[in-house]
């Protein structure tokens, strides 16, 4: 069964950091692109980082530039997302997810293949 969990989120104060991170099970990552999506509250899922599987790092959403880093592991079947410099506009729920592909989509695409459940991000002090 495939299946992608996404953790790592919580309540931190503006300025912070936290790591997302997602582990998938049922198959293994080498082949997929993988993207993370924020949904903030009463907004759309859009499209905040996405990398190709050969580790080409294809967009960060200009808002969080300098900020976010994306990376993959494929020997722990994992993706990260480092947020630092954390900013109450950064409050959303964020998703992984993965398309069976060489190079990411276009941004703000969400014809992924898999989603995980995401995992709450809320920035407050």
């Known amino acids: 069964e495939v299946q992608l969990q996404a953790f790592g989120g919580g309540l931190v104060r503006p300025g912070g950091s936290l790591r997302l991170s997602c582990a998938a099970s049922?198959?293994?990552?080498?082949?997929?692109?993988i993207a993370w999506f924020g949904q903030a509250p009463g907004k759309e899922r859009e499209g905040v980082s996405c990398i190709n599987n050969d580790d080409e790092v294809r967009f960060y959403d200009d808002s969080v530039k300098g900020r976010f880093t994306i990376s993959r592991d494929n020997a722990k079947n994992t993706v990260y997302l480092q947020m630092d410099r954390l900013t109450p506009e950064d409050t959303a729920t964020y998703y992984c997810?993965?398309?069976?592909?060489?190079?990411?989509?276009?941004?703000?695409?969400?014809?992924?293949?898999?989603w995980g459940k995401g995992t709450q991000v809320t920035v407050s002090s």
């Open positions: 049922g198959f293994t990552l080498d082949d997929y692109v």
């Open positions: 997810a993965l398309m069976y592909s060489l190079v990411c989509p276009l941004p703000n695409y969400l014809g992924m293949d898999y």
